[in-house]
């Protein structure tokens, strides 16, 4: 094992299309951090990205304040093709939001009271994306002491102390060793760039992914790393981490997941060299070292002698439940032949063991639901999983889109593929007709939902989810239905975004390139 240690010194639909021709072409225990942060840490919440909030929600009344997330955004005809990172929440319930102020780069920091959306701060970046399809997310942390980590240019990161106020410092790390940065920071801004969300340990140490040109300096190759608050650092190649020399990089927007004990990193990595679609395994590093303990090749369900699809336009990122089994979200391949749902891998925590898939896992990160949350259940599982579950009409589909509440044990035929998936629980359909869809012949078609991961509130036994209707919504799992909604949009068919609770109960939902604040 080679690892480089220093010290010191949518249309949804034309993406579709663009898959299929290329493929043709060739109640359990809330999480540790969630407990000890009380706000939102990062992308899913915390570093397991359970998405379990540990703050009930305020009733969805009214829309309290928004704000812009993307200064310029680009629209496809009524299409807004980019993920937008998730918000942070801190314990004073400061809100920290990514902007994109560029036409196709350029971000900044903006720090908002959570009560009244009021400007604390605005702190640029110079962190430049990596050549991209559907636009990446700028993914920032916060750590455990409530310090903000997000990333920077030429691969380095800032690290900025009391993000509550305004004025505090900055400093920049890099894994390599700053020095070097310092030395040739336009060269390595030209050939270093984080291609996935920050996720920081209990150590306020910061794991992500990135890619290097082959002509990047000290021999750096696209990775992964880890960076302390100090001047160490760590890297491993992606291949090297897989054991494979196909292997090209680290799958963009997938966000390192820690295990419980956070002594293992969970990432997938990819075949593909530029933005697209490859195979690939997902592994399981020593955070310490970053050495491999584990690694698993990702396969298609219903198709086990195909590896799965690794999409680059998509947000999939390893959820550990708490058990430690580890769920990972692919296409399937051959792509269409799942209509476009993917699967819900899901595996031990030592990726030895392969268990029941879910039968959505295209652009969606599993969240936990603690079995108290569903007064329904009457099985033995220990906590329960939320699921995206879209059937797109585009790709083969009925277009009944839906989400599910999964049993991980228990397993029931999937209608579509014939194969073995996590039994559904609870699924709740989504209420506004796609008009277009049903003029196409799918007289039942409504309009998707479309988020990366949706917060799970046991303590109102609901979940908020918004959809391309332009609505947000409570489900309600003791009832299962969708109790509450509230216009925010207009709609559009937009890229997938994440839904969240701050430290004072308001439900945060994207839509819209546009932050939106709802409360009483």
């Not at 918000?87 to 720090?111: C, H, S, W, Y």
């Not at 980590?149 to 380095?156: F, H, K, L, R, V």
């Not at 106020?165 to 984080?194: K, S």
């Not at 306020?204 to 990775?223: H, R, T």
Request: glycine share 10%; hydrophobic share 40%.
């Amino acid at each position: 094992m080679q690892v480089k240690v220093l010290r010191r010194g949518k249309s949804m639909w034309g993406l579709r299309a663009a898959l299929v021709i290329s493929v043709g072409m060739c109640g359990a225990a809330l999480p540790v951090w969630t407990v000890l942060a009380q706000g939102w840490g990062g992308f899913a919440g915390d570093v397991q990205h359970t998405a379990t909030s540990a703050v009930p929600a305020q009733p969805m009344q009214r829309i309290r304040w928004s704000t812009a997330v993307d200064l310029q955004p680009q629209y496809s005809g009524t299409s807004l093709l980019i993920h937008y990172g998730t918000p942070l929440v801190t314990r004073k319930n400061t809100v920290l939001v990514a902007v994109k102020t560029g036409a196709m780069d350029g971000f900044q920091i903006e720090a908002r009271r959570g009560d009244t959306g009021a400007l604390l701060w605005s702190q640029p970046t110079d962190y430049s994306l990596p050549t991209h399809g559907w636009v990446p997310s700028l993914g920032a942390t916060l750590t455990r002491r409530d310090r903000l980590i997000m990333p920077g240019a030429g691969g380095t990161i800032y690290r900025r102390v009391l993000p509550d106020r305004a004025g505090a410092r900055l400093t920049q790390r890099a894994f390599y060793g700053i020095e070097h940065y310092r030395d040739d920071p336009t060269t390595f801004n030209g050939t270093v760039m984080i291609s996935t969300p920050l996720t920081a340990d209990l150590h306020e140490v910061a794991y992500f992914g990135f890619v290097a040109s082959d002509s990047a300096p000290l021999g750096l190759q696209s990775g992964i790393a880890r960076a302390s608050a100090g001047r160490e650092g760590a890297w491993v190649g992606a291949a090297t981490a897989a054991g494979d020399d196909s292997i090209k990089k680290v799958v963009y927007n997938c966000a390192p997941a820690l295990s419980h004990d956070q002594k293992l990193l969970y990432i997938a990595v990819t075949d593909n060299e530029e933005s697209g679609f490859g195979a690939g395994y997902l592994l399981a590093l020593d955070s310490r070292t970053l050495a491999t303990v584990a690694r698993v090749r990702l396969k298609d369900v219903a198709h086990p002698d195909h590896d799965a699809i690794l999409p680059d336009d998509g947000t999939a990122s390893p959820t550990v439940g708490p058990d430690g089994d580890v769920y990972f979200g692919v296409l399937e391949n051959p792509l269409g032949s799942h209509n476009l749902r993917g699967w819900l891998l899901h595996f031990d925590a030592t990726l030895s063991q392969t268990k029941t898939p879910g039968a959505f896992g295209w652009d969606d990160t599993a969240s936990i639901v603690p079995t108290s949350a569903v007064p329904s259940y009457a099985g033995e599982s220990p906590y329960l999983l939320m699921s995206k579950y879209n059937n797109y009409a585009e790709a083969g589909g009925d277009g009944v889109n839906k989400f599910a509440i999964l049993d991980p044990n228990d397993s029931m035929t999937d209608p579509i593929s014939g194969a073995s998936v996590m039994a559904e629980v609870l699924v709740v359909v989504a209420p506004t007709p796609d008009l277009s869809a049903r003029q196409d012949g799918h007289p039942n078609a409504v309009r998707e939902w479309c988020i990366n991961t949706g917060v799970v509130d046991p303590q109102t036994k609901s979940a908020f989810i918004n959809n391309e209707d332009g609505s947000l919504y409570r489900w309600d799992f003791t009832s299962n239905t969708l109790a509450t909604s509230l216009q925010i949009t207009w709609g559009l068919f937009e890229a997938y975004t994440p839904t969240l609770i701050g430290a004072d109960g308001t439900v945060y939902a994207i839509s819209n390139a546009t932050l939106f604040a709802v409360g009483q």
